[in-house]
């Protein structure tokens, strides 16, 4: 009987300790949430007339200089739309750095990259060293509450 008893010792220890990494795990992704909800990436135009600020939730901001207003409306409509996809694909390489920072034995930040390399035709610049992982290796809960 006793060896029965030590047998189910170790595994509630061994359930304690799940229990405590699942915890840790949890505070790990709530940090990681807070991170990628307050960042903001700005992209402005080759001839400064466009600035665009984007999050995690899409565009919150653009900005237009006097010289914008002095395009045409192509002119202005394609500064825009280059612009506004800069600042949207910095803000997902900065989201994949956060995720690769928590995950990483995720492969987020390359996937991003290669995603972004397909849609653009070349390579971006170098994202910034501190970013994110997968979405297949988030939480439900975290997924459900992004904006789109």
Do not use: W
Request: glycine content about 4%; hydrophobic content about 35%; aromatic content about 4%.
């Amino acid at each position: 009987m006793p060896a029965d008893l030590d047998d189910l010792q170790r595994k509630l220890e061994a359930l304690k300790e799940a229990g405590r990494r699942a915890e840790e795990r949890m505070g790990d992704f709530g940090r990681m949430r807070e991170e990628i909800s307050a960042l903001q990436a700005s992209a402005t135009s080759a001839d400064r007339s466009v600035t665009v600020t984007a999050g995690p939730g899409g565009v919150t901001d653009i900005q237009f200089t006097a010289d914008a207003l002095r395009q045409t409306p192509t002119q202005l409509s394609d500064t825009v739309m280059s612009t506004l996809r800069q600042a949207v694909a910095e803000a997902a390489r900065m989201q994949a750095e956060i995720v690769q920072e928590y995950l990483p034995d995720s492969d987020v930040r390359d996937r991003v990259l290669r995603t972004q390399e397909e849609l653009f035709g070349a390579a971006p610049a170098d994202p910034p060293s501190e970013m994110v992982d997968d979405e297949e290796d988030m939480p439900d809960t975290f997924l459900d509450n992004r904006r789109y």
